[in-house]
């Protein structure tokens, strides 16, 4: 049984062999791809509200032959409404379904169900904690476009609470690349993922501007502010934000990724420019799903 609840359990050499598999559905036509998780039943907890992640994780398991038990708003509908512990309905839920894609509010609830868990889990974010599944999409999307060797990538956002830059930064540390880490004061990477960095081979600068930085980038990563991990005054913090006007200032090959969804932080009008990748980033994430699935029960 193997729970993916961390991007860290990840090497270059298994994102090789998975990258190998999702181009290979990528390029298969519908009725061609191979059905290894016939018989099989996922279920996807979600505690939290979703779009990309639970239609394509659903998707994936449609495609690759298997059924699937679907809780989306799962605080709502759940006996955790009557008082039922997350470890209970992991139990329970593991009795019905051969693995459990599961999203929660809560960083390292991917974590304490996996400690229960009869079956595998697959962590699709757990609060600010990792989206690991999301990682691996946007690098897969990131290798289509560019070799990562000494590529400036510059993380803009919510370096604090978003799980899908914390994810992708521990990915990104195995590459000999230049991060600029692009934050508002006080929303800077959490201590730990900054030692992280500090002990690779990467170079790394904070700035507090998205523009001055922007003719240096070869990949841009935006994410929109976490205003649901914050109450009060911090929800209103603005981010960086990317306006048409500032798409001079990018480097003609540079890349424009953002896991979406985009609120503020990405003009609509940016979506025209073909340095905008990240629609085609969405859509990578039913490949990699599917690649990850097909992985995790063709070697049974
Ligand atoms: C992300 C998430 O849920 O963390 N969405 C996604 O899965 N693509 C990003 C976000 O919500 O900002």
């Not at 359990?9 to 059905?35: E, I, T």
């Not at 016939?38 to 979600?46: D, Q």
């Amino acid at each position: 049984m193997r729970h993916i609840v961390s991007i860290k359990q990840f090497d270059k050499q298994q994102l090789a062999k998975l990258f190998a598999v999702a181009k290979r559905l990528q390029l298969s036509p519908p009725w061609a791809v191979p059905q290894p998780l016939k018989g099989r039943v996922i279920a996807t907890l979600f505690y939290e509200s979703s779009t990309r992640t639970r239609l394509s994780f659903e998707s994936a398991v449609l495609r690759l032959g298997g059924g699937i038990l679907s809780t989306d708003n799962a605080q709502e509908v759940l006996s955790s409404t009557k008082g039922e512990s997350l470890a209970d309905t992991i139990r329970i839920i593991g009795g019905y379904a051969d693995a459990i894609v599961l999203r929660h509010p809560e960083a390292g609830a991917a974590e304490r169900a996996a400690k229960v868990s009869p079956v595998p889990i697959i962590n699709a974010g757990d609060g600010s904690g990792e989206h690991p599944t999301q990682a691996l999409l946007d690098i897969y999307t990131m290798q289509q476009h560019k070799t990562l060797n000494n590529m400036v990538v510059g993380l803009a956002g919510d370096l604090r609470g978003s799980r899908t830059l914390h994810s992708l930064l521990l990915l990104l540390i195995n590459y000999p690349i230049h991060l600029r880490l692009i934050a508002p004061k006080g929303f800077d990477l959490p201590p730990e993922l900054m030692q992280q960095v500090e002990q690779r081979n990467v170079s790394w600068a904070i700035e507090r501007a998205l523009q001055p930085v922007l003719p240096r980038l070869d990949v841009l990563y935006i994410n929109r502010w976490q205003s649901e991990r914050y109450r009060g005054a911090k929800s209103k913090v603005l981010g960086p934000a990317l306006r048409e006007e500032d798409l001079v200032l990018l480097k003609h090959n540079a890349v424009i990724m953002n896991p979406l969804p985009r609120v503020s932080e990405v003009d609509a009008a940016v979506d025209a420019d073909p340095r905008a990748i990240y629609f085609e980033q969405a859509k990578n994430g039913l490949y990699v799903r599917m690649a990850l699935l097909s992985r995790l029960f063709d070697n049974d």
